[in-house]
């Protein structure tokens, strides 16, 4: 079952949400970016936060048939890249989301209130 880049975006927030992940922001990159429709960015406290989020946001696209494309980071679990097509999430550990600020890298971005 092939989903769109709205329900997705909601899958993943709710995901990262259920695992009492911080700052949760999307960001809808139409129109900025050919890369994705949005980005989601939170983070952790702690690497077992940081997997624990990245595995139920993988574990709810699979269920409803969005394809997750690739992981990269899980193993050290500082900065999670979950591709989901016209989805992208990254989770952070918290320091290394202070430390690159990915928002500020995308400000010409609009802030997706609630999905």
């Known amino acids: 079952m092939n989903q769109t880049p709205e ?18 922001v999307a960001l809808d990159l139409k129109g900025v970016s050919l890369i994705a429709d949005y980005f989601v960015i939170c983070h952790g406290n702690s690497e077992t ?5 990245v595995n139920e946001a993988r574990k709810r696209a699979e269920e409803t048939g969005a394809r997750v ?18 989805v992208v999430m990254h989770v952070f550990h918290r320091d290394d989301r202070e430390y690159y600020n990915i928002e500020r890298l995308w400000s010409d971005a609009k802030v997706v209130e609630r999905v």
């Not at 936060?49 to 989020?53: F, G, L, P, R």
């Not at 494309?69 to 016209?86: M, P, Q």
């Open 69 to 86: 494309r690739g992981i990269e980071g899980l193993d050290t679990a500082r900065w999670v890249l979950v591709d989901i097509g016209d």
């Open 49 to 53: 936060q940081v997997q624990a989020i």
């Open 7 to 24: 329900h997705v975006l909601s899958l993943v927030v709710d995901a990262a949400e259920d695992k009492k992940a911080y700052d949760v």
